[in-house]
């Protein structure tokens, strides 16, 4: 039996059928990402497109159409009560990988003073024996 079935089950609206296609979707790619997760895969990590960001998008959408009724689709809820603690858990990951980047690279004043070309007073404070005329 397919638990998103109650979405839409009593108005048969076209919003309803439109959401319950979603929630089916959604379904699938939440368990493949979890099935991924649980196995280890390293390349499989949550960002803005993960299945568990959009269950609370989801979850917003089932509770205001189905009111209390929206309790009995567990899996979905449980993602989007989950989904605020990932969204933060993410939103902290991506600034500590900006702030991780910024201080790897020289600032635009280091890089900017390794590519000036050596000013007159350091050629003026030379020997200028040792500097060829055309140069001077």
Request: hydrophobic share 40%.
């Amino acid at each position: 039996m397919n638990p998103y079935a109650i979405v839409g089950s009593g108005s048969g609206t076209p919003e309803a059928a439109s959401l319950r296609a979603r929630l089916m979707a959604w379904h699938d790619a939440m368990v493949a990402h979890e099935r991924r997760m649980r196995l280890g895969h390293t390349t499989d990590v949550c960002d803005e497109d993960c299945p568990h960001v959009e269950a609370r998008t989801l979850w917003g959408e089932v509770s205001a159409m189905l009111g209390a009724r929206a309790g009995e689709l567990t899996f979905l809820r449980s993602r989007a009560l989950n989904a605020s603690a990932s969204s933060s858990q993410l939103a902290a990951s991506r600034e500590d990988r900006a702030q991780r980047a910024d201080s790897a690279r020289p600032s635009s004043t280091a890089r900017a003073a390794s590519a000036r070309p050596l000013s007159r007073s350091f050629v003026d404070s030379a020997d200028r024996s040792q500097i060829p005329a055309a140069d001077l």
